[in-house]
């Protein structure tokens, strides 16, 4: 789950498909996250790959009087 | 809208307004444009290829391949073109054109691209009146010229060409091709004598003669002579010679058209008289450009500096950039003229008694090679016959890297493997890029599917975003797949893909607006204000060096390795490695590593390339009781940062040493510790020139040499690329050589691009460059380069000590506590 500069909330599944890296370990912006071993890119809202690898998956999330709801059960 | 007026309509004025167009220049001006010819811009240089092809002279020659800008292009644009009108005034004082259809445009800004024309030495017979030449006498300037030449040509038999320079020659290979027996007639003593030397002519004379030419040297013209019809018949020559010919191509130079500027009352010498923003130098609103141009005392006919020109011209007049200058142009030149290679840069023979010259010359094969050196730079070349070696000469004349010290290998392999395979012989599922698996035929797809750019191939596959090595040969397959349609990445000269900058217009940026964190340059810079994860690293690198102590640090502009102190690993474990001074360890730091290692169920411990221990498959919660533990300081191999000083035993064991290496080396880096650079900086010191710590190969290295002297070598390297280092200077005392360290080291962080290893930097400043401004101060800032230096040694705090008290909250947490790690196991 990452916190956003400007407060947003995102979430996309932890393991990165095409290395195993760890995501929650990597760069974010308020478009992307970037993977640290080998620099693949992920859309945050979609989870979609920018730079050529599959995608991962995803969750919808919000805030709601201080608490984080996440749904895990969206269709993709 | 303010008006602007181009008058010519040629290459380098339709390239003018393309720059002007391409930097915004449509929205600010109302563009007008006069040209003599009655067509949009076509390629003057394919003229002579045109005369070859030998077509239909009665067919439209402006086919797609010649046309540049069609008529469409002009009313796309709203550019208003008068073609074939000639302005024939310009009054300044009002800021208008008078042209001679009768039209009357007013200017804000004008742009002056007249171009030349060919040049007609005096000779008798030459003209039919004031106006026209004799009946089968030729200009070869315009596309009018080359249509009328091969109508001409049909059923002719024998041609002569007065001329033998580059255009000469060329229409010479074009009669050929027409069938005709072509004489060229030169005044000179050499061919092309303007771009080569007396040895190179007669080479290329000889070529020309295998190719059924007849040529003439040395023999001036001095009439035409003509049948009672007015017809051409032959020419006389000063010796009383002559020779029957049925047509005359006269290609005896070209001059700058001045006329216009002349009258108008500009400043004209050989051409229009201009500054470095290109405007005349009587007349702010007035730029010239082209070959009608004179710069600092040169004017210039190669496309290569024009378009240099032309950019410069739009920068400066569109506002995209007020400081924009152009300074001249080094000459490099690479032809094919009738048929021969030719590649010309700089001088063409040697001009001092200690100019190096290396010469070869094979006149059977047609081969002619000289290179010439001056103070180690290569500031002339000629290759005739075989080019093979243009692009690395290239190279070396317009970075002036440094130079094999063997000449001759400038010019030919001698005893290396024969050159790599070209692209177009690589098969298509060959691995180019090992780091990431990425195949020949993977680059091209990516081609196929819409990617334009060399960087664009390489984002999309992450093909040469590992170690590197394979950039070149990536670049060179995607500039083939690409063909035509290559387009320049312009980010690829910005620090960070962001901010359209490079680095020391970044810098400059940054201090004059005072930005000290991350997201305050992204705030102020970026064009929409928004923040990049790509750039957040190499922006938090330079902000540190620029600001030191007042930094202001935001954990999110943080790699993990940065966040956390360690090497992060494939399975998400970390690697701890300790500082070792100078790889100078204690049975007190052995006994403390072994017990952490048993303690925290280390799975490996490993001695490093850099005299280091590796404790390896860390888990991230246990980081900060293992360094509190280990009480020892971070040895930062993890950062873009000075990792470590490599040595040997140096005088104090060792039976051969010169020099106390291993105190050096321990000294520059206790000094030097943990410094953000833009990529890793591994030093070494030798105690001797056995150089058994490896110093040729290192960013800086050190070798004691006999005397108590010191050799600093800058930009080796043997990783993915092995190179040896450059010699940049031979100190006498210890504590030169530490200070010259960081002095290199400071002018390293200040210049290199993110993540440019000294041994790309180095070569690219070029090693007498560096020598002038580090070792004998050039430029005086030498003294500020080590203050700056002594400022960031004084901000350094040992980040290891972040285990007292973290600086997030969760800092140390780990990412996926519900996987058991480390995945691998002990050995």
């Not at chain 2, 208003?80 to 009054?91: E, K, P, Q, S, Y």
């Amino acid at each position: 789950m990452f916190r956003l500069r400007n407060s947003g909330l995102r979430a996309v599944a932890a393991i990165c498909p095409p290395r195993g890296g760890l995501l929650a370990d990597g760069f974010i912006d308020s478009q992307q996250v970037i993977c640290p071993p080998h620099n693949h890119a992920f859309r945050l809202i979609n989870g979609q790959c920018t730079t050529g690898a599959p995608s991962v998956r995803a969750y919808p999330m919000h805030a709601e009087d201080g608490e984080l709801t996440l749904r895990l059960d969206t269709p993709q | 809208m303010r008006e602007l007026v181009v008058i010519g309509n040629g290459m380098v004025g339709a390239r003018a307004v393309e720059e002007i167009l391409a930097r915004g220049g449509g929205v600010m001006f109302r563009i007008t444009m006069f040209g003599d010819e009655p067509y949009g811009n076509y390629n003057r240089i394919l003229l002579s290829e045109l005369l070859a092809r030998g077509t239909d002279p009665d067919e439209d020659p402006l086919d797609a391949d010649l046309l540049l800008n069609p008529r469409q292009w002009y009313g796309d644009n709203g550019i208003t073109l008068h073609a074939g009108v000639r302005v024939v005034r310009i009054d300044r004082f009002a800021h208008r054109v008078y042209a001679d259809d009768g039209s009357i445009v007013r200017y804000d800004k004008l742009v002056l691209a007249t171009g030349s024309r060919p040049y007609f030495p005096p000779m008798e017979g030459l003209w039919a009146d004031d106006k026209t030449l004799t009946p089968g006498v030729f200009g070869f300037r315009t596309l009018h010229d080359t249509m009328a030449m091969m109508r001409y040509a049909r059923g002719k038999q024998r041609a002569a060409v007065i001329g033998g320079g580059l255009l000469g020659l060329e229409a010479a290979r074009g009669l050929q091709a027409h069938g005709l027996a072509v004489h060229v007639v030169h005044a000179a003593q050499g061919l092309m004598n303007q771009q080569l030397d007396a040895q190179a002519g007669l080479v290329l004379r000889r070529s020309l003669e295998r190719l059924g030419m007849s040529v003439h040297t040395g023999v001036r013209t001095t009439g035409v002579r003509c049948s009672r019809d007015g017809a051409v018949t032959g020419v006389n020559f000063a010796d009383g010679a002559t020779l029957d010919v049925d047509m005359v191509v006269v290609a005896a130079g070209i001059r700058p058209n001045i006329g216009l500027a002349m009258v108008s009352g500009l400043e004209t010498q050989r051409g229009i008289v201009v500054d470095d923003q290109l405007r005349s130098v009587d007349d702010d609103d007035i730029y010239a450009v082209g070959e009608c141009v004179q710069h600092r005392g040169e004017v210039y006919g190669l496309v290569g500096p024009l378009w240099e020109q032309a950019a410069v011209l739009a920068d400066h007049i569109t506002g995209t950039d007020p400081a924009a200058a152009y300074h001249g142009s080094r000459l490099a030149t690479k032809l094919k003229v009738a048929g021969v290679d030719v590649a010309a840069m700089g001088l063409k023979e040697p001009e001092r008694p200690d100019d190096e010259f290396v010469q070869f010359s094979e006149p059977c094969r047609g081969i002619y090679q000289t290179v010439i050196i001056r103070d180690g730079v290569l500031v002339g070349a000629t290759l005739l016959g075989d080019v093979s070696k243009v692009a690395s000469l290239t190279q070396a004349f317009d970075r002036r890297v440094p130079l094999p010290e063997e000449r001759i290998r400038l010019l030919f392999d001698i005893g290396v493997p024969p050159p790599e395979t070209g692209v177009a012989e690589l098969a298509d599922e060959a691995q180019v890029c090992n780091c990431n698996g990425v195949s020949k035929d993977q680059l091209v797809a990516c081609v196929r599917d819409g990617q334009r750019t060399v960087e664009g191939v390489m984002a999309v596959t992450r093909a040469g975003k590992g170690c590197g090595s394979c950039e070149d040969l990536v670049a060179d397959i995607v500039t083939a797949a690409l063909g035509e349609v290559l387009q320049e990445d312009p980010t690829a000269n910005y620090y960070v893909p962001c901010i359209p900058m490079d680095k020391p217009q970044l810098i400059a940026a940054i201090r004059k607006r005072g930005l000290r964190s991350v997201s305050a340059v992204f705030a102020a810079l970026t064009e929409d204000g928004a923040e990049h994860a790509g750039s957040k690293m190499a922006l938090a690198s330079l902000l540190k060096v620029i600001w030191n102590e007042q930094y202001i640090d935001e954990r999110d502009a943080r790699f993990i390795n940065d966040r956390v102190h360690a090497n992060i690993q494939r399975d998400g474990t970390f690697s701890v490695v300790p500082q070792v001074v100078g790889g100078v360890t204690s049975p007190a730091q052995l006994r403390r590593i072994a017990d952490v290692a048993e303690r925290y169920h280390i799975p490996m411990l490993k001695i490093t390339g850099g005299q280091r221990i590796d404790l390896l498959g860390v888990r991230k919660e246990d980081l900060p009781n293992v360094w509190a533990d280990l009480d020892m300081p971070s040895g930062y191999a993890y950062g873009k940062s000075f990792r470590t000083v490599k040595t040997c035993v140096g005088s104090d064991f060792c039976r051969f040493g010169l020099g106390d290496s291993t105190q050096l080396g321990i000294d520059i880096e206790r000094r030097y510790q943990g410094l953000e650079s833009p990529a890793k900086m591994k030093l070494a010191v030798s105690g001797c020139p056995r150089n058994c710590a490896e110093s040729y190969v290192k960013d800086v290295g050190i070798v004691a040499i006999e005397g108590g002297r010191w050799e600093i070598y800058v930009g080796g390297a043997a990783g993915a690329n092995v190179r040896k280092g450059d010699l940049l200077a031979t100190v006498q005392q210890r504590e030169q050589a530490i200070t010259l360290t960081g002095r290199f080291m400071q002018y390293y962080r200040e210049n290199a691009n993110w993540l440019e290893r000294s041994y790309d930097f180095v070569p690219r400043i070029g090693l007498p460059e560096l020598q002038a401004i580090l070792v004998k101060d050039r430029d005086g800032i030498a003294g500020r380069l080590d203050e700056a230096m002594q400022q960031s040694i004084d901000a350094y705090h040992d980040p290891w000590q972040e285990h007292r008290h973290p600086a997030t909250e969760g800092q140390f947490r780990d990412a996926l506590p519900l996987v058991e790690l480390p995945k691998v196991p002990a050995r």
